[in-house]
């Protein structure tokens, strides 16, 4: 066998216990109903506030028309080049450059109708995530 390294030298002093207990340590006492009666009897704890607060489900179609108009252009003007591509059709240059500048109006339309969430709202500092 090899001679002993550093490692084998450190290790063969230590002296680990891996045994473990066959039943898991005792739970905790659960409190008997006198002893809830006399905490009835105390001031009541604030209830806790939610960490979260319900905000009702959006439609699945937008309110307002410019919205709408954005998202079909950011979806349209894509799959119009896609189809055609598949479809074995030319588009002129003309056509691919309004496509792709329809997409970039589109998306930068619907990126400035985000909301704000800046000092001035009631939640700030919030990350703007929405269960």
Not at 33 to 57: I, K, N, S, T
Not at 78 to 86: E, H, K, N, R, S
């Amino acid at each position: 066998m090899a001679e002993k390294d550093d490692f084998d030298r450190i290790v063969e002093g230590l002296h680990l216990d891996l045994s473990f207990p066959d039943e898991p340590a005792d739970p905790a006492p659960q409190p008997s109903p006198a002893q809830h009666a006399d905490r009835h009897d105390e001031d009541p704890e604030p209830a806790e506030e939610p960490f979260y607060r319900q905000v009702e489900p959006a439609g699945l179609m937008p309110r307002r028309r410019g919205v709408l108009l954005g998202w079909i252009g950011v979806i349209g003007a894509p799959l119009l080049l896609v189809l055609a591509t598949v479809a074995h059709v030319y588009l002129g240059r003309s056509v691919v450059a309004g496509a792709a500048l329809i997409f970039v109006a589109s998306a930068t339309y619907l990126f400035l109708q985000l909301p704000e969430h800046g000092p001035s709202q009631r939640d700030w500092p919030d990350d703007g995530a929405v269960l």
